[in-house]
């Protein structure tokens, strides 16, 4: 059923069931974000909050916004005093959330109706747990293909698979409220979802539900990683600040990992020396540690194994 509503407008309480708080970062998103906030409005699971930060929009977003936390009390709304940019900003709204569980959201996306209850009742004991997603157009139409049809989806069992990358992403996610307070605070340099999903691969893995909850909104104006170069003028400049976030990441990951977790912490600590500059002696000791520990660090990339080795001669002349 849907969220229950008395005559004032008011939740129905469902103290019973574990408060989930739906976080949602806006900015600029007025264009869609009605269709997402009415897909989690209407969710099955009847015990929801939805916490919105917005950063700073300077297009109708927050009228939007305001205009739905008028109608339904269980949203709330708030503005940032200046541009927090992505990840801080949704370090706010999950340090404002009350909920035992978070469901990250963004905001162009649509959920299936029934995207929290589901995950509810497959999290088990775990501390995230994430579903595909299907990837639809700037109109909402199918694009006939999934998130696993990309990247390779699963259950992560360790913390070496999210050094460079994974393939968990926030929107599918739904994450015990104590997992995000101990991932507090949110790095600059790693996102949001890779951070806390890597904090979770610390102590169990983080678990992968195949069926597809979300409809993953494909547009020019998705919020995308990395870095672009703005002009041959500041390449040089790009490229040097892309390095030193790499660097930062790597070494932010190794401090962060426990003494106890071994080898991993030591398989870290050879990857944050090695990234450290371009030095035959760091070249070869890269290369030499992405061997060993390529089925982790390429798991979401789904290579071959020719593949893989591949790329692990190429980190020869490069760092990711």
């Known amino acids: 059923m849907e969220q229950d509503f008395n005559q004032n407008n008011t939740p129905v309480a469902s103290s019973h069931l574990p408060l989930i708080s739906v976080v949602v970062a806006t900015y600029n998103g007025a264009r869609y974000i009605r269709e997402q906030l009415d897909s989690i409005i209407h969710q099955t699971y009847p015990n929801i909050e939805v916490v919105i930060t917005d950063d700073r929009s300077t297009d109708e977003t927050m009228t939007i916004l305001e205009e739905y936390a008028a109608q339904y009390p269980n949203i709330r709304v708030y503005q940032n005093e200046t541009n927090l940019k992505y990840v801080k900003n949704f370090e706010k709204g999950m340090r404002l959330a009350k909920g035992d569980l978070i469901a990250p959201s963004d905001q162009d996306d649509v959920w299936e109706l029934d995207k929290l209850q589901v995950l509810m009742d497959h999290i088990g004991d775990h501390a995230i747990i994430y579903c595909n997603s299907v990837l639809i157009d700037a109109h909402g139409n199918f694009l ?8 390779k989806q699963m259950t992560y069992s360790s913390c070496l ?3 460079i990358g994974s393939w968990a992403p926030g929107h599918a996610m739904l994450i015990r409220s ?3 307070h101990n991932a507090l ?10 951070w806390m999903s890597f904090i979770s691969a610390l102590t169990q893995p983080v678990k992968y539900l195949p069926q597809s909850l979300v409809r993953y909104r494909q547009h020019p104006s998705n919020l995308a990683g990395g870095f672009k170069v703005a ?6 400049e790009d490229k040097a600040e892309a390095m030193n976030k790499i660097r930062t990441r790597v070494q932010i990951m190794y401090e962060r990992c426990p003494q106890n977790l071994e080898p991993e912490k030591s398989y870290l600590k050879m990857i944050s020396v090695s990234y450290k500059n371009f030095s035959i002696a760091n070249n070869f000791k890269r290369v030499n540690v992405f061997f060993k520990c390529r089925k982790e ?3 979401y990339k789904g290579k071959t194994e020719f593949e893989s080795w591949l790329f692990c001669l190429k980190m020869f002349f490069k760092i990711v």
């Open 161 to 163: 698979m999210f050094v």
């Open 231 to 236: 002009g041959r003028n500041k390449q040089k």
């Open 297 to 299: 660090l390429l798991a």
């Open 144 to 151: 006939g293909k999934k998130m696993s049809d990309i990247r």
């Open 185 to 194: 605070p949110f790095p600059e340099y790693i996102s949001h979802d890779i």
């Open 178 to 180: 104590s997992l995000v």
